[in-house]
């Protein structure tokens, strides 16, 4: 491949900009599933997750039904077991987790747990075979803005106890569910972004809509253990949580997610992942909407520590991009 000139600078810096906004709107949508749980409280975790991504499965079939011989046409059992897998790790597993840690542990402290994402995904990102971008070194003063943004959240949810179970061992597994969402967050970050640049010729709308395909079927097979024991949920309850699920597959799930692949496509993977950052900036924004109350001082000051951090992990790499292609 022929070197790139001072031209190509300014079209890398347009597709750099497209990603940075990709990734805010899939924040955006993705914060919505933190009301979730508060909203389907009386549902179980695994009810919450089956019927979502059952919904979701659903939506992305019918999409992809009048293309499906050319959408997957080059997707083979190696992909779709891939596709498998992506979907227990960022949607069902991780899922599951995030509404047992909510109902557990608090909106706030998951929130800021799961918020660890960008700082796990950069670090992997700097020690995994994508190297492109500013060295680990040079993305520190970024991972420490957002890190002290969380503290300052968490120091301020522990002062005035919101959203934290009564019980110690309830809080206790609800943030050791969270911290096992961060973990299958930042696995499927990771793997989603190599699958991705691995199968350039599979558009990442098409790849969002295949990962939707395959965890419907795998939510297909938890319905009876989900839904053996129903609960004395009337005709209001169970309208309210199939509403609340097909939102969830819409919105969060279909298009949220081809916003993640559009953004893991143009940018970086240790830039992807701070973009996921954004998903904690709304879910705490939403959840000050859910509680019609204001940001206090401390989370207004941990909002502002994360979107630096965003913008200054972002003009690393536009620095980074074009001194490398200059001359």
């Known amino acids: 491949?022929?070197?790139?000139?001072?031209?190509?600078?300014?079209?890398?810096?347009?597709?750099?900009?497209?990603?940075?906004?990709?990734?805010?709107?899939?924040?955006?949508?993705?914060?919505?599933?933190?009301?979730?749980?508060?909203?389907?409280?009386?549902?179980?975790?695994?009810?919450?997750?089956?019927?979502?991504?059952l919904a979701y499965g659903l939506l992305a079939l019918v999409v992809l039904l009048p293309r499906w011989r050319a959408a997957t046409s080059h997707v083979g059992a190696t992909e779709w077991w891939a596709l498998v897998r992506l979907s227990l790790l960022g949607n069902l597993v991780y899922f599951v987790l995030l509404a047992r840690a909510i109902h557990s542990a608090g909106g706030a402290a998951t929130a800021l747990i799961v918020g660890l994402v960008p700082v796990v995904v950069t670090v992997a990102s700097v020690f995994a075979r994508n190297r492109r971008g500013p060295s680990l070194r040079a993305l520190a003063g970024p991972c420490v803005l957002s890190v002290l943004g969380m503290v300052l959240v968490a120091i301020d949810a522990m002062h005035a106890g919101r959203g934290m179970?009564?019980?110690?061992?309830?809080?206790?597994?609800?943030?050791?569910?969270?911290?096992?969402?961060?973990?299958?967050?930042?696995?499927?970050?990771?793997?989603?972004?190599?699958?991705?640049?691995?199968?350039?010729?599979?558009?990442g709308r098409d790849w969002s809509l295949l990962t939707g395909v395959a965890t419907g079927g795998v939510a297909l097979l938890l319905v009876i253990p989900a839904f053996?024991?129903?609960?004395?949920?009337?005709?209001?309850?169970?309208?309210?949580?199939?509403?609340?699920?097909?939102?969830?597959?819409?919105f969060a799930s279909v298009i949220g997610n081809a916003f993640w692949n559009r953004a893991s496509r143009l940018l970086p993977l240790s830039l992807a992942g701070q973009m996921i950052v954004f998903e904690t900036v709304f879910a705490l924004l939403y959840g000050f909407l859910w509680e019609l109350r204001l940001p206090s001082l401390l989370e207004l000051l941990a909002i502002a520590c994360l979107i630096a951090g965003v913008l200054w992990c972002a003009s690393l790499h536009a620095s980074h991009v074009a001194p490398e292609h200059a001359g």
């Open 228 to 250: 053996a024991v129903a609960g004395g949920h009337g005709a209001g309850d169970w309208l309210r949580f199939w509403g609340v699920s097909a939102a969830l597959a819409l």
């Open 1 to 53: 491949m022929s070197p790139s000139t001072p031209a190509d600078t300014p079209r890398r810096e347009a597709h750099l900009a497209r990603g940075v906004w990709s990734g805010v709107a899939a924040g955006a949508l993705w914060g919505l599933v933190f009301l979730a749980p508060q909203l389907l409280a009386a549902f179980t975790p695994l009810q919450q997750a089956v019927a979502r991504y």
């Open 165 to 203: 179970a009564t019980g110690q061992a309830g809080r206790a597994l609800g943030l050791l569910c969270a911290a096992g969402a961060l973990l299958s967050w930042s696995a499927y970050s990771v793997v989603n972004a190599r699958w991705l640049a691995r199968r350039p010729d599979i558009s």
